[in-house]
């Protein structure tokens, strides 16, 4: 137990320099500026309350800068998002390695992927990496110098979607309102696809506090995680 409770000081003592951004997306190949067609904010820092906007597209106490940019991705191919401790960090600073949690993408098909705020109904679930044999999202990620795996379905309708990259960090989730969200939304176009109408969920709304993938102890021994939000979409 008090080695536990080391570790788990330890992890909140990290925070300050632990935080992280979606910063820009890799397609076919070809890495985009940061902050082209994604929603990066000011600052770093994490959300922490499921029951705001701000769970959606960040904001809030980290303002998000607009952008007018939409990036073309072609349905069913694979593209990554970048994750960075800062704006202008490298790959070798992706988070803080005690920040242990699931990554995931949703995407909810818009009009006008330029205005939409992204709250409320329409978004699914197309990527999670949650606790593999002791090894947690945030591991893989790091390990891969930040790049997130994110494939658009084959199957869903052609038009202007958000893109939201997702992580949550759980050192701090042993006590309610203790973990930590980031998120970044990215605005895109797919081309192809098919008509496929998956089943959607609301931001904010898909997440409680009191879920079991939220409010969790995760220095312990863990058999299995739970990890939060709907299912993956499948096609």
């Keep these: 137990m008090k080695f536990e409770l080391a570790i788990f000081a330890a992890a909140l003592a990290g925070n300050a320099a632990a935080h992280t951004i979606m910063t820009n997306l890799v397609v076919d190949g070809e890495a985009y500026p940061v902050s082209y067609a994604v ?3 000011s600052y770093d820092g994490p959300i922490t309350d499921v029951t705001s906007d701000d ?16 990036i073309p991705v072609a349905a069913g191919s694979t593209i990554q998002g970048t994750w960075r401790h800062t704006l202008t960090s ?24 330029t205005t939409d705020s992204g709250v409320g109904d ?3 679930k197309i990527q999670e990496t949650g606790l593999n044999g ?14 997130q795996d994110i494939t658009i379905p084959a199957c869903i309708e ?17 006590s309610a309102g203790g973990a930590q969200f980031y998120m970044e939304c990215a605005q895109i176009e797919v081309t ?44």
């Design 55 to 70: 769970i959606v597209c960040n904001g809030g106490p980290n303002p998000t800068m607009p952008s007018s940019d939409i």
């Design 122 to 124: 329409g978004w699914f």
């Design 158 to 174: 052609p038009g202007q979607y958000l893109l939201r990259a997702e992580l949550i960090a759980l050192h701090g989730a042993g």
């Design 39 to 41: 929603r990066t904010p």
């Design 192 to 235: 192809g696809g098919g008509s496929a109408s998956p089943a959607t969920v609301a931001f904010p709304g898909a997440y409680s506090a009191n879920d079991p993938g939220i409010l969790i102890n995760i220095y312990q021994d863990l058999a299995e995680y739970e990890v939060p939000g709907p299912e993956v979409f499948s096609c």
């Design 90 to 113: 490298g790959p070798e600073d992706v988070i803080d390695a005690s920040h242990k949690g699931p990554v995931m993408a949703y995407l909810k098909k818009v009009d006008d992927a």
């Design 134 to 147: 002791g090894t947690w999202g945030v591991d893989e990620l790091i390990a891969d110098k930040g790049l």
